[in-house]
């Protein structure tokens, strides 16, 4: 059995990578329409998730140890900023080629892993599967504003549809992590990929949300203003969910206001 998920873990790498492969140093410290974050906040970010994700896989005393120190910093009122940075000190130049090597690596590597394997997280544990998943997920996301501040367009495939199934999946969570009571039944999403295929999700056909998987996968990472998309939402609560929709882990994130997130001209 293969990680496909690596793969396109990989691959969702090597689309950013060529984004940013001719940037000079001075290019790394702009700031994006994502809280300020600088292209060197992304990739230092994305190293740090991607070797801690790695690291869960090859050595658990290691993962524990650093799982500690994360542990630690928020105990003390820190912050993700301060440890990723903390652990993560090349910038510019340097850290793009440090991000990309190990990518490339576990990319590679972990495609021999088994899907089902279970690795520890900060938190619960997760499927090898899901691990590569939230990689993939994250390096797509955060390439979001390092793309909207080049004003290049992002060529998708279907690979996004790993995406798409977490949002599906964190229907719950969205709900839960907002203080929301959880609807007994998932509106029916009808998505059409890059492909020009078409996938189907839930079942409450008085709540649908349909249109582009791309734009989907932006309002569950919170990468775009729902206003902003071309899904068409009908429902209270297909309304709801997409208001709040949050596919990753954390405290609760507002989406971001019509019109903030944009390619630049």
């Known amino acids: 059995m293969t990680l496909t998920q690596a793969a396109d873990f990989l691959k969702e790498s090597e689309v950013l990578h060529a984004a940013i492969a001719d940037l000079d140093a001075r290019a790394f410290d702009a700031a994006t329409q994502f809280k300020g974050w600088t292209i060197n906040d992304v990739l230092v970010h994305l190293h740090f998730w991607n070797r801690a994700a790695d690291l869960s896989a090859q050595d658990e005393a290691a993962f524990a140890d650093l799982a500690a120190r994360v542990m630690a910093v928020f105990e003390r009122g820190g912050t993700l900023r301060e440890i990723e940075n903390a652990e993560i000190t090349a910038r510019g130049p340097d850290l793009r080629a440090a991000w990309i090597a190990l990518a490339r690596d576990i990319g590679q590597r972990w495609q021999q892993m088994d899907p089902k394997a279970r ?3 900060v938190g619960p544990s997760m499927s090898a599967r899901s691990s590569m998943t ?8 955060h390439g979001f504003e390092v793309f909207d501040l080049l004003g290049r367009a992002r060529e998708d495939s279907d690979r996004i549809r790993n995406i798409v199934v977490l949002g599906i999946n964190t229907f719950g969570w969205s709900h839960q ?14 998505l059409t990929a ?10 409450d056909p008085a709540n649908t949300i349909t249109g582009p998987a791309v734009d989907f996968a932006a309002v569950v990472t919170q990468t775009r203003a729902l206003a902003d998309t071309a899904l068409r939402v009908t429902g209270p609560v297909a309304e709801t969910w997409m208001a709040h929709a949050q596919c990753f882990a954390g405290p609760p994130e507002t ?4 019109g903030s997130r944009h390619r630049a001209r």
């Open 134 to 141: 939230a990689r993939q997920m994250e390096t797509w996301a």
């Open 119 to 121: 690795l520890p997280w």
């Open 194 to 203: 890059p492909s020009g295929a078409v996938w189907d999700y839930g079942e």
């Open 255 to 258: 989406p971001p206001a019509p």
């Open 177 to 190: 992590v907002h203080g929301l009571p959880v609807p007994a039944a998932m509106p029916r999403v009808t």
